[in-house]
Every structure is written in C-alpha cells, then in structure tokens.
C-alpha cells in the first residue's frame, strides 16, 4: 500500500511540476507576445497566469462562462508558442543573453597574456550577436 501511495506521490509531484513548466513557460512567451492579443484575452491570461485565478474565479470575475475561459486560455496559448515558431523572439532572446555571458566571463578573464586571443573571441561572440 505505501509503494502505490508514493507512486501517486511522485506522479502528483511530476504532474505539479509539468504544470508549472508548462505556466512559466507561457508567461515567458505572454512577456514578448502579450501586446499582440486582443485587450479581454489579455485579461483573462492575465487573471490565469499572472494572478493564478482558477476558470470558474476568472468566469464569476468576468461574468463569463466557465467553458468560454477555458478555450479563451487554450486558444491564447496556442497563439502564443504559434507566435513563437513564426518569430523566435524568445529563442533569440536567449540566444543573445548566452553570448552576453560568455563575453561578460571572457573579459573577466582578460589579461595581457592572453589579450589577442580574447580579443579574438569577444569579437567573434560579437559577431554572432550582429547576425
């Protein structure tokens, strides 16, 4: 009985944080492509994400049904990782913050006996961020 209640633990528990990839995942793609939704899908994914109303306090707040919040947040979350695959911005995003590290780690590395080959290695990280 106790090896079944902890595989039900560590399936909630795997579940939980699947739930919460999944939410910051979106509220990282809301922080880019928000501006692009229309202002009452915005409230609502707002209310979901942000200030983690359930659907049934989202639809009372709103005086909307249950069922309409619901496909209101599947439909906004699906145009927002479609928002994604088009336009990369968060790819990129990232992309750009990883060569701004490794520049920021080679220019603490900096010293005059290694001086050219930094110098070589920043402008190269450089010129991935210019492409």
């Avoid at 492509?33 to 229309?38: A, I, M, N, S």
């Avoid at 009372?60 to 145009?79: C, F, G, H, M, P």
């Avoid at 928002?83 to 968060?90: H, R």
């Avoid at 780690?105 to 210019?130: T, V």
């Amino acid at each position: 009985m106790k090896d079944k209640d902890n595989k039900i633990k560590e399936l909630k528990a795997d579940e939980a944080e699947d739930i919460l990839k999944k939410r910051t995942e979106l509220s990282i793609l809301y922080d880019f492509y928000g501006p692009l939704l229309k202002d009452f899908q915005r409230e609502i994914f707002e209310l979901y994400i942000m200030e983690d109303y359930g659907f049934s306090e989202i639809a009372k707040e709103l005086n909307k049904s249950r069922q309409a919040v619901y496909d209101t947040i599947k439909r906004v979350s699906e145009y927002l990782v479609e928002y994604e695959k088009k336009l990369g911005l968060v790819e990129r995003f990232d992309n750009e913050k990883k060569i701004i590290d490794k520049t920021r780690d080679i220019i603490f590395e900096l010293d005059e006996s290694n001086f050219s080959d930094s110098k070589a290695r920043i402008l190269e990280l450089i010129e991935r961020l210019d492409s």
